[in-house]
């Protein structure tokens, strides 16, 4: 049974930073592509962050360049989003997704709130 975990959803003030997790269970955690992706209620679902399949870098959103940084810890199955000078535009549900090639998989989801 797959399962991903995030957690580290908060409110914070903008200008602010979260780190949010994503332990992963039920894959082969080494060789999967990892990504990070958010939603605000009435759009669709966005990119965030992925890892791309073989060219070795991660992508990012226009949005999030320079201030969101996409890393992993293969030891702990676990996938970090570190998020700083947040925005209140940064206000979302941030999901975690193990990416193709193969079945896709999306975790549970953790709120992030950008306000004074």
């Known amino acids: 049974q797959v399962q991903l975990v995030e957690s580290g959803g908060d409110l914070v003030q903008p200008g602010g930073s979260l780190r949010l997790s994503c332990v992963a269970s039920?894959?082969?955690?080494?060789?999967?592509?990892m990504g990070w992706y958010r939603q605000v209620p009435g759009k669709q679902r966005e990119l965030v962050a992925s890892?791309?399949?073989?060219?070795?870098?991660?992508i990012y959103a226009d949005s999030v360049k320079g201030r969101f940084t996409f890393s992993r810890d293969n030891a702990k199955n676990t996938v970090y989003l570190q998020m700083n000078s947040l925005k209140p535009e940064d206000t979302a549900v941030y999901y975690c997704?193990?990416?193709?090639?193969?079945?896709?998989?999306w975790g549970q989801g953790t709120q992030v709130t950008v306000s004074s």
């Open positions: 997704k193990k990416e193709g090639p193969g079945n896709t998989y």
């Open positions: 890892e791309t399949r073989g060219g070795g870098f991660t």
């Open positions: 039920g894959i082969i955690f080494r060789f999967s592509f």
